[in-house]
């Protein structure tokens, strides 16, 4: 490989995701003087896009919905030099353009289609989305309703009756936490048990709060502007009814979006991205960063992934000053 002639066309970091972790590593990046090139997706903006009213986000004593929040970090990172792409990332082949003639590191080649884009160093920032139950009326009532995460939006449900979907430890713990706010938690599962710790299906059977609907399946989401109701299946029985609700909570689980980066960096058994042994945010590939919810399988909140990308780009900018600054 010709180095010089790579060298002109050659980007000092890609970020990959524009959800609060890769927007917040555009900030920081740029400001660092990096000007980073950030890929953000024919359809930008990860889940805050579909979300209504955000009330956790530091800075916003008032709330501030999801796109608003979003357009504000874009607005923020342009400011300061981030450059834009709104293409989806169709392919990438990390560290496969070795400088060792040179002392460097290996470079990483990032696909957009036919356009190749060749970057020193990569922040996969692509984050996870929440499995979904594929019925009528689920993407309608998406932020209308229908959520996948009791954190975030448990607090608009004071008084009001609502629906957890799921057998397993999260699904027991929504429905615990629902019931801070929601008079009424159904939890529904399609089977007679849960596979949830025998601790958590206690804690869940002993709230007064929480109804077990089990052996059911939902048929259909129903609603005008919001969500009013769920149509239910006995699997048994292959009986319909229908119950009242105000708000249903998702909770089956998600599915990180590492499958363009997997033969490449280390992924745990449910296929999220894993930093090297060792390292804060850096994969095993050295120049290759994660950040967000693509790796956090526990907090999943956007003040936590915007806390990621901050690392990412930090530990990017030092690891760019050790191996290019001379």
């Not at 929504?174 to 599962?189: D, I, M, P, R």
């Not at 919810?293 to 780009?313: I, L, M, N, P, S």
Request: aromatic share 8%; charged share 25%; glycine share 10%.
């Amino acid at each position: 490989m010709d180095n010089s002639a790579v060298e002109e066309k050659i980007e000092e970091l890609v970020i990959i995701g524009s959800g609060p972790a890769g927007l917040t590593a555009g900030i920081y990046a740029s400001r660092a003087d990096l000007h980073p090139l950030l890929i953000a997706g024919a359809q930008y903006g990860g889940q805050l896009m579909l979300t209504t009213e955000v009330e956790n986000f530091p800075g916003f004593n008032e709330g501030v919905m999801g796109p608003q929040l979003i357009q504000n970090m874009l607005d923020q990172a342009k400011k300061f030099g981030t450059k834009f792409e709104y293409k989806n990332v169709t392919k990438v082949e990390l560290g496969v353009i070795s400088q060792e003639e040179i002392g460097k590191p290996s470079l990483h080649k990032v696909y957009m289609g036919d356009e190749e884009i060749i970057t020193k160093s990569v922040i996969i920032a692509s984050g996870a989305r929440p499995r979904k139950i594929d019925v009528p009326g689920e993407n309608e009532f998406w932020g209308k309703g229908v959520s996948s995460c009791a954190t975030c939006d448990g607090a608009f449900y004071r008084g009001k009756t609502v629906a957890v979907v799921g057998g397993g430890d999260s699904a027991m713990e929504e429905a615990n936490f629902l019931t801070k706010f929601a008079s009424k938690v159904y939890l529904v599962h399609r089977r007679n048990e849960f596979r949830a710790s025998k601790i958590m299906q206690d804690r869940a059977a002993a709230n007064p709060k929480v109804e077990f609907i089990l052996d059911t399946v939902i048929k259909e989401i129903k609603g005008e502007l919001t969500v009013n109701g769920l149509v239910l299946t006995n699997v048994v029985e292959n009986t319909d009814s229908e119950i009242a609700v105000d708000g249903l909570f998702l909770a089956i689980g998600y599915i990180p979006e590492t499958e363009l980066f997997k033969e490449y960096i280390d992924v745990s058994v449910n296929g999220y991205a894993r930093p090297a042994s060792g390292k804060r945010t850096m994969s095993k590939i050295e120049g290759v960063f994660i950040a967000g919810d693509v790796e956090d399988d526990h907090y999943r909140q956007a003040v936590t992934a915007a806390a990621d990308g901050c690392k990412a780009a930090l530990d990017a900018e030092k690891w760019l000053a050790e191996h290019y600054s001379h």
